[in-house]
């Protein structure tokens, strides 16, 4: 499902073949953050893995189904007042119905929050 107005896409570029940059803002009054603590709002982690795979869908073009998560690294906390942009970078290997992902997110200073790999089915 997706998280409607959870971000925005600022600017999405194709590096190379199966590489893809974006450039998101955050929503820092979103609901996701009411409970992810009042006072100091933090991105939650299940969030991060959701918007990953937004993006890939979008890109895609198809609907995505995780099969299996491995290196996912928590590095850094995302405060939405204090870092709204966030750099997504997906690195996608596409094999029939299978679909493999490397990621990365940081913040804009390259600072690392999130990597994480993981592989997904192709809902036809």
Request: aromatic share 8%; hydrophobic share 40%.
């Amino acid at each position: 499902m997706p998280l409607l107005d959870f971000y925005t896409v600022l600017e999405k570029a194709i590096t190379e073949a199966g590489h893809v940059k974006y450039v998101i803002q955050l929503d820092p009054d979103h609901l996701i953050f009411e409970g992810h603590f009042p006072q100091h709002p933090i991105l939650p982690g299940v969030a991060m893995l959701q918007l990953l795979k937004e993006l890939a869908e979008q890109q895609l073009n198809n609907e995505l189904h995780l099969q299996r998560a491995t290196n996912v690294k928590f590095l850094s906390l995302v405060n939405p007042k204090i870092h709204s942009i966030l750099v997504c970078n997906l690195h996608i290997d596409r094999h029939q119905n299978m679909v493999k992902l490397k990621n990365s997110i940081t913040f804009e200073d390259e600072t690392v929050v999130l990597k994480y790999n993981g592989t997904y089915t192709i809902n036809s």
